[in-house]
Every structure is written in C-alpha cells, then in structure tokens.
C-alpha cells in the first residue's frame, strides 16, 4: 500500500516499523476534600521537580535544534507564574493537580492557538508537551524506548520530550500522521539527518508493527508491505547515502575551492556558546551568523552586561583569528521572551521587532553592545544589526554603535579598534538602496528568509500560503544579483546566511552573481564545499545569467537540477 504526504527531512530508509505510543497521561479522579489540598500541592510540586529533573536528562542526550526545543520547555516547567496558577487551580477550585495541570495550561494553550501568528500558534505544541511531561511525572518513569535493531517509527506526533527516550543511533526514518516543515518532529529529524515523511492519515491504524516499509520523503511517499521489485529498486538507496555523507565529511576539513581554484569562504550559523555546537564548526572560514538571542531565551530576566560579555567572549576566542559575525537582538515576529511581553500585533513580522525594538528601548540595546565591544578584545568581532529598512536605520545603529564605543572608551575600558559594522539586508527596500548602503556600512548580509517573504508578500511559517513562499523565485535572485554588484564594485565584503546558502541546488548561482561568503547550518558546510567544486566560476556565472532570465520558480529550479546533473560532485 502506498501513502502520499509531505517530506520534511530528506532522505530514504527502508526498514521494519516500530509504532511509538507515549506513555499514558489520563486523569483517573477530579475533586478532592477542602483537607486534601496542602497535600495535592505538596504532590504537584513533587511532579513539578521530578519533571524538571527528567527534561535536565533529555537536554544532557539532546543536542542541536532538539535540544533548543527541549530547553525552552524545560524553561517553562520551571516557570513561576505557571506554578503559581496550577497551585491557585488546585486551592480555588478542589481539584487533583493533574486536573489543574491541564486546566491551567489549556487555558494558556488556547490564546496561543487563537494568535494570527503562525509561529505562536506552533508554540502550542510546546506546552501540550509541558502538560505531558507534567502529568508524566506523577507516576514511575517507564523503561526508556529501546531497540536491538534499526527501525522506522511511526507515531501521530513526536514531542521533544518522546524524542529524548529515542536512541537515533537506531532509527532509520521517521512517518507521522500529523506535521509539517516547522513542526517539532520536522526540526529534529533535520537535526539528526533522518529521512521524515509527515501527515500520513490514520497512520497506527494502517501500520503494524513490525511491518515492513520504505520511507522516501525525497517524494514525500511511504510505501508499506513493498513488492520485490519496489524493494529492490530502493534497497541500495541508503548505502549511498551513507557514501555521499561520507565524501561530504571528507570535503569539510578542505578549503572550500571551485573547479578552476577560485576560493569561497564557508562559514557556519550557530545559536549559542555552548562547546558542542562551537565543535561542529571547527572547519567554518568563519561564523558567518551569531544569533544572540539565544542567550535571552534561556533565561528568565534579560542578561546582565556581564553575562553577554562571557558568551561572546567564549565565541571569539574559539573562533580567532577568523571573524564572528554578532547579529544583534532579533525579537519580536516569530521569537518572544516571557519576562518581556510585547504588545499584540495584527502583523508582527511587519511591526516592532530586531533593531525597531531596539531604537524603542535603547538601554537593552546599548548594554548588548556594551557588552560585546568589550568582548571585541578576545577576536575578530563584525556587529550585523537585523530588519534594517533605511539609510536613516543604518545610521541610528552605527551611531548607537560609535557613542557606546566611545563611552567605554571614556571609561578606560579597552575595545578592539577593528570592529566592523554591517547590516542584515531582509527587507527589499534595503536591497534596493544598495548602492547608497554599501558606502555607509563596512559589510552587509543577506537574509534571505525574510527578504524572500517580504518581497513575494508570503509568510514562510503559514501553511496556507507555503505554494507563494518561493526560494528560488527569480525577482529574488535579480535582486541578490542588483546587490552583490553594489558590494563588489566597492570592494566590501557582502555575505548570505539564510537558508539558500546551504541550498546545494542554489549555491553555485549564487557565486555566479558575485557572493563570494555563504554561512549556514555547519551539517551542510561539506556537502556544499562538494558542489561548488564541481563547478568553475564561469560555469557559475553562466549559471547566474540563465536564473536571472527565468520567468518562474518552476523555470529556476528546472536550471538549477540540470545543472547538477550535467556537473557530477567529486
């Protein structure tokens, strides 16, 4: 039997089913006795830490996008506020703690799920975990998910705290009845490099365990109880996967040069200072994105100048003498932070958020630049400031810039005279003044996530409108290529850090429009430095001219598979 769905994470896998079931979280009794109550909070605070303990076990296995995910609900079980509002349910209302548990956070699941925000809507999903876990923890933890044999699982939905009772050593792909590319399931698939198929209808009533299966989610197509044939024609899939993987980790460690010996700088994007991460970019040319809100999110107050200064210090010590690129607090839009609500927004991606956020409230503003022109010392510091839409921007944040210099400067405090300042371009109206930016700033840097969904009107987390986000529309690449001749007829470095810069198909176009600096997700480093070996640089320019001509996404993408084709990687 044949089932269609949507490939989240690439890739193939053929293998025996393992439904996966969570462990049962029903409340079996309701009311309780006005005396009972001291002792059901006692009982719910005795869960709260148990769960608590048990998501600082998941976050010591997890790592990557998983463990990002697993630590922002580990941040809210510890949440006070939350809490405080179970322990209220429990005494106002006579109920078992494991009633109020999903009481409470019904009701905060709820205004999340009424948010216009597609991204908001999606946290949702965080705190049905959290009430999980929750709820979890009042009895015994079952044995953690064991196999003695790889295995393709099959679930409704894995949360991150399912994922953290699975050994990924053994699991060879992933089928689930409901998801889609920014779902939990999705993110850590992509993390682990595991082939994922999702929104397979009626999945553990179709499956069986045990069954077998080939899971191609380059087609986005499960097939269960395959022929001879289907097997056979799928069965060596995998082992050359595991090949081009492996020529991908020998291209790491290369310089990373097109067929003719042209260089091109390779870096990596990472979210945080902690030492495995700064690990998988050891072969980076450089940190191409810091995102630095990671350093707020896990936390339950805005850090201290102090505590930014560390973290990025730790960064550029690790990574000197080659460049950070720090990109200042981008909230607002998709990303929050608890202990700073902001005001509701019909429109957030649109409103106040990243460098508006910052000119509104500049003291959060300077003491991040306090802090990381202070840690400026310890390596090779350049400070990108995100959602830049102006000229008049660029300078209120290179002013903001200088005079918090000059002030450290007045204090005997030392800054490293060779820090540079760019700007992130995601918003066309930037990318259209780029011959005027471009004498403004020392560098710039593409992001094209949200300059692709600013300029064809889409937003990239909306299902209902994912047919009009298009990465490879040509009025992005026209408008790529209008930039990148601004920066290199100036002689100033211009960069690309969205996820197109780890697009195997897109990057040997973008080169051929002149940018000359591609960073991202450090899993993707080996395998394009391959495809860009492939290629010469006229062969590369030749490319570019052709995109730019296309009349359609469709006509883009065509070109692009075509030339890969046509240019075998070593």
């Known amino acids: 039997m044949k089932c269609k769905g949507i490939g989240t994470s690439p890739g193939v896998a053929l293998g025996r089913l393992r439904l996966y079931h969570p462990q049962e979280t029903a409340v079996s009794r309701g009311q309780i006795a006005p005396e009972e109550t001291e002792g059901e909070i006692a009982s719910f605070l005795a869960a709260r830490s148990e769960a608590i303990t048990r998501a600082d076990w998941a976050l010591e296995r997890l790592e990557g996008a998983s463990r990002d995910i697993m630590l922002a609900q580990r941040d809210m079980l510890s949440d006070e506020a939350i809490r405080d509002a179970v322990t209220e349910q429990i005494r106002s209302e006579l109920i078992c703690g494991p009633l109020a548990v999903q009481t409470t956070l019904e009701k905060y699941r709820s205004r999340l799920l009424r948010s216009k925000n597609e991204r908001m809507r999606e ?8 009430c999980r876990q929750l709820l979890r923890a009042y009895v015994p933890e079952d044995d953690r998910v064991s196999e003695e044999e790889p295995v393709v699982i099959a679930a409704i939905d894995l949360l991150p705290s399912d994922t953290a009772r699975l050994d990924f050593s053994l699991v060879k792909g992933i089928i689930t009845e409901v ?13 682990h490099g ?26 986005g197509l499960v097939i269960f109880d395959p022929g001879k044939e289907e097997w056979n ?31 091109i700088a390779v870096g990596a994007n990472i979210g945080s200072d902690r030492p495995e991460e700064l690990a998988r970019c050891e072969s980076a040319d450089m940190i ?33 003498p080659r460049p950070v690129t720090l990109r200042t607090l981008d909230i607002g839009g998709d990303k929050s932070l608890p202990y700073f609500p902001l005001p509701k927004e019909d429109n957030p991606f649109l409103g106040v958020r990243a460098l508006r956020l910052g000119l509104q409230h500049p003291e959060i503003f300077r003491t991040q630049l306090r802090a990381a022109l202070r840690a400026s010392v310890y390596g090779v510091l350049w400070i990108m400031i995100p959602m830049v839409g102006s000229l008049e921007d660029v300078r209120s944040a290179r002013a903001a810039v200088e005079e918090t210099r000059a002030q450290l400067e007045r204090e005997g405090i030392p800054v490293s005279p060779n820090v540079q300042f ?11 003044m780029a011959d ?27 299902p209902a409108v994912q047919s009009y986000y298009q990465k490879y529309h040509p009025a992005l690449f026209r408008l790529i290529e209008q930039t990148a001749r601004c920066f290199l007829e100036r002689g100033k470095p211009l960069s690309l850090c969205g996820e197109l810069g780890g697009d195997e198909a897109a990057v040997a176009a973008l080169v051929g429009l002149g940018v000359k600096k591609l960073s991202m997700n450090p899993s993707a480093m080996g395998r394009v430095k391959r495809r860009l070996a492939a290629m010469a640089s006229s062969e590369m320019a030749q490319l570019a001219r052709a995109v730019c001509n296309c009349s359609t996404a469709g006509e883009v993408e065509t070109l692009l598979r075509a030339e890969m084709e046509a240019h075998p990687m070593p």
Do not use: W
Not at 236 to 243: C, L, M, N, R, T
Not at 288 to 295: H, T
Not at 446 to 457: E, I, K, M, S
């Open 123 to 130: 946290r949702a999903a965080d705190l049905e975990d959290v």
């Open 288 to 320: 191409g994105l810091f995102r630095s809100e990671f350093l707020y999110m896990e936390k339950s107050a805005f850090p201290t100048e102090e505590e930014q200064f560390q973290a990025y210090r730790r960064v550029l010590e690790a990574f000197a």
């Open 179 to 191: 998801g889609g590319m920014t779902s939990h399931s999705s993110i850590i698939a992509r993390s």
């Open 194 to 219: 595991i082939p994922e198929v999702t929104g397979i209808s009626d999945l553990l009533r179709v499956a069986r365990d045990g069954q077998a299966v080939i899971l191609d989610a380059d087609q």
């Open 233 to 263: 024609a799928y069965k060596d899939i995998p082992a050359q996967q595991k090949e081009e993987k492996r020529r991908d980790e020998e291209f790491l460690a290369r310089p990373c040069l097109t067929a003719n010996g042209e260089p």
């Open 422 to 432: 760019g700007v992130m371009i995601e918003i066309p109206s930037l990318a259209m």
């Open 436 to 462: 005027r930016v471009v004498e403004e700033v020392d560098f710039a840097s593409l992001g094209t996530n949200d300059l692709c969904q600013y300029l064809l009107a889409a937003d990239r987390m909306n």
